[in-house]
């Protein structure tokens, strides 16, 4: 569905005026098309950030951030949650339907067959120096896919579910083996008669000394975990794979970008600066009370993590998903971790307070997936990688769609340049040296 024109706005500028189309989307959502604004009047806009720029139209996502509302091709994400696998809900973003039964065994049996990376590739993870970061690894591999599958970058659309399926496969044992290559233990290599999930499961988890048993609930808990993730609009990553691939950069170069612009704290690392808040907190006696006054305090550089989205103005529906699938996990491993204590007496307090109510600063998406991520046994610094693997269709999604636009363009925006005007080049001999920095 393309969007309609809906009606048209006048600018004055001076004593000109001009008129521009405004379009509206499915969901009632209204842009002003500004495309002809600096041909016709010299200006640009100024929006840091792009907060209320348009990009792109897209049909994968729908966000309504006042009410809380987050769908996926029309389904709503608690929906998907509940109801499906991250098999399904990764078919459903690449290919604008939800599978049938024979379309899902072929999907699954695809996501096996290309699940074992070159064993070249092999070679790349010995190299890495100890502890090296696994989203450090993670995008340097998957970038490294392309020349081990060049062919996948002459016609994307010979064979849509092949290509995909390969790289939705592959990221996830590269994920598992750059965890495996942190903690200095062998390679796992995936199973074929193992689910997406389980397959992860036990690559990340089985040695020679131990052997994964899939516990039902832990495999229910990614699968909800990854389709939260799945995509999120024109988030960070999202937009950078669309920047990336517009300028005609194959998926996995787009892919690669996507996954270190997720590595930013602001972004995918926000989950683990949740859990190290959590555990500054633990260490400063856990008073919750002083926590809160710190945070409402505009001379403290303190923040509360996990708190509010640039998004949502309500709830942030993924987060209420991943509380009760944080319980659902505490439930089963009957640990006593303090982390969750202060986190759960720290939504609490939150949500009763009148300075968190009136700037709705709700508990995130992240206020709880690291949480859970910690209870299953998955690192810290492994958080963002499950992130960037959930998130993995979406930008696919994203990166089909723009290649497929007629209106897309090579990403190029503008900018309001403040520097110096006009200057000769002074001769060496008569340039004079700076001022002294004052005592």
């Given at each position: 569905?393309?969007?309609e024109?809906?009606?048209n706005?006048e600018?004055?500028?001076?004593?000109?005026k001009?008129t521009?189309?405004?379009?509206?989307g499915?969901?009632?959502?209204?842009?002003l098309?500004?495309?002809?604004?600096?041909?016709?009047?010299?200006?640009?806009?100024?929006d840091?950030g792009f907060m209320?720029?348009?990009?792109?139209?897209?049909?994968?996502?729908?966000?309504?951030?006042?009410?809380?509302?987050l769908r996926?091709?029309?389904?709503d994400v608690a929906?998907?949650?509940?109801k499906?696998?991250?098999?399904?809900?990764a078919?459903l973003?690449?290919?604008?339907?939800?599978p049938?039964?024979?379309q899902k065994?072929?999907?699954?049996?695809?996501l096996?067959?290309h699940?074992m990376?070159?064993?070249?590739?092999r070679?790349?993870?010995s190299?890495?120096p100890d502890h090296?970061?696994?989203m450090?690894i993670?995008?340097a591999?998957?970038?490294?896919?392309?020349?081990?599958?060049?062919?996948?970058?002459?016609?994307?659309?010979?064979?849509l579910?092949?290509?995909?399926?390969?790289?939705?496969?592959?990221?996830r044992?590269?994920?598992?083996?750059?965890?495996?290559?942190?903690?200095g233990e062998p390679v796992?290599?995936?199973?074929?008669?193992?689910?997406y999930?389980e397959?992860?499961?036990?690559?990340?988890?089985?040695?020679?000394?131990?052997?994964?048993a899939?516990?039902?609930?832990m495999?229910?808990a990614?699968?909800?975990?990854?389709?939260i993730?799945?995509?999120?609009?024109?988030?960070?990553?999202?937009?950078?794979?669309?920047?990336?691939?517009?300028?005609?950069?194959?998926?996995?170069?787009?892919?690669?970008?996507?996954?270190c612009?997720?590595?930013?704290?602001?972004?995918g690392?926000?989950n683990?600066h949740?859990?190290?808040?959590?555990?500054?907190?633990?260490?400063?006696g856990?008073?919750?009370?002083?926590?809160?006054e710190k945070?409402k305090?505009?001379?403290?550089?303190?923040?509360?993590?996990?708190?509010?989205h640039?998004?949502?103005?309500?709830?942030d529906?993924r987060a209420?998903?991943a509380?009760?699938?944080?319980?659902?996990v505490?439930?089963?491993t009957?640990r006593?971790?303090?982390?969750?204590?202060?986190?759960f007496?720290?939504?609490?307090?939150?949500?009763s307070?009148p300075y968190?109510?009136?700037?709705?600063?709700?508990?995130n998406?992240d206020?709880?997936?690291?949480?859970?991520y910690?209870?299953m046994?998955?690192?810290?610094?492994?958080?963002?990688?499950?992130?960037?693997i959930?998130?993995?269709?979406?930008?696919?999604?994203?990166w089909?769609?723009?290649?497929?636009?007629p209106?897309?363009r090579?990403?190029r925006?503008?900018?309001?340049?403040t520097?110096p005007?006009?200057r000769?080049?002074?001769?060496?001999?008569?340039?004079?040296?700076?001022?002294?920095?004052?005592?």
């Open positions: 569905m393309k969007m024109k809906n009606s706005a600018i004055t500028i001076g004593e000109e001009f521009y189309p405004i379009y509206e499915s969901e009632g959502e209204r842009a098309d500004i495309r002809r604004l600096r041909k016709e009047t010299g200006l640009i806009t100024y840091p209320n720029t348009g990009a792109c139209s897209s049909a994968i996502t729908f966000i309504d951030g006042e009410k809380g509302i996926y091709r029309g389904y929906d998907l949650a509940e499906c696998e991250f098999l399904e809900v078919y973003l690449v290919h604008g339907s939800l049938n039964t024979e065994a072929r999907y699954s049996n695809l096996n067959i699940s990376i070159h064993e070249d590739m070679e790349f993870f190299n890495y090296s970061h696994p450090a993670l995008s591999m998957a970038v490294s896919l392309s020349s081990f599958y060049p062919e996948l970058g002459k016609d994307i659309k010979e064979d579910d092949m290509t995909v399926t390969r790289l939705i496969s592959k990221l044992t590269i994920a598992a083996f750059s965890f495996k290559k942190s903690i796992v290599y995936p199973r074929h008669d193992l689910k999930c397959n992860f499961l036990n690559m990340m988890f089985d040695s020679p000394v131990r052997e994964e899939f516990d039902p609930v495999v229910d990614l699968n909800k975990l990854l389709i993730h799945a995509d999120h609009e024109q988030n960070c990553s999202s937009s950078v794979v669309r920047a990336v691939g517009s300028a005609g950069a194959n998926l996995y170069a787009s892919i690669a970008a996507g996954i612009a997720l590595w930013g704290p602001l972004h690392g926000a683990q949740v859990i190290e808040m959590l555990e500054n907190i633990q260490k400063d856990g008073d919750i009370d002083a926590v809160i945070a305090n505009p001379r403290s550089p303190f923040r509360l993590m996990g708190f509010g640039r998004v949502y103005k309500s709830y529906p209420k998903i509380k009760n699938i944080c319980k659902e505490v439930k089963k009957k006593n971790d303090p982390l969750l204590d202060i986190a007496a720290l939504e609490e307090k939150a949500l307070d968190f109510q009136e700037r709705n600063l709700y508990p998406v206020f709880y997936t690291g949480l859970t910690r209870e046994g998955i690192p810290t610094n492994m958080f963002t990688v499950m992130f960037a959930g998130r993995l269709p979406g930008w696919i999604a994203q089909l769609e723009m290649t497929e636009d209106d897309s090579i990403a925006p503008r900018q309001v340049y520097g005007n006009a000769k080049i002074i001769p060496m001999k008569k340039r004079k040296s700076p001022p002294l920095p004052s005592s």
